[in-house]
């Protein structure tokens, strides 16, 4: 993965956020889908962005950028059903 991704995802909607790990990425996931947004994460140390992701070389990293976009219309969404 790479900038190409990024890039790509842009295009489909998507908003790149911040990278997090641990319970902070869980946290992050969880108040953005509350608030009615898609999320989807990537590991950071897949992005593979020119040397700026050395900081996340540990094979153990398990830090991931948060990438979120609206629920786009048709689509359940929880946060709103049930409220006509």
Known sequence: MSNE???KMAGEG???QFS???DKLEEAID????LGFEVRTIPVKDLGCDGCTVC???ENDDSAMI????VRAGQDDELFSGND
């Open 5 to 7: 991704l990024i890039k």
């Open 14 to 16: 998507w908003i790149q």
């Open 20 to 22: 997090a790990s641990g």
């Open 31 to 34: 108040n953005y889908t509350w």
């Open 56 to 58: 996340f070389g540990d």
């Open 67 to 70: 990438f979120t976009r609206k």
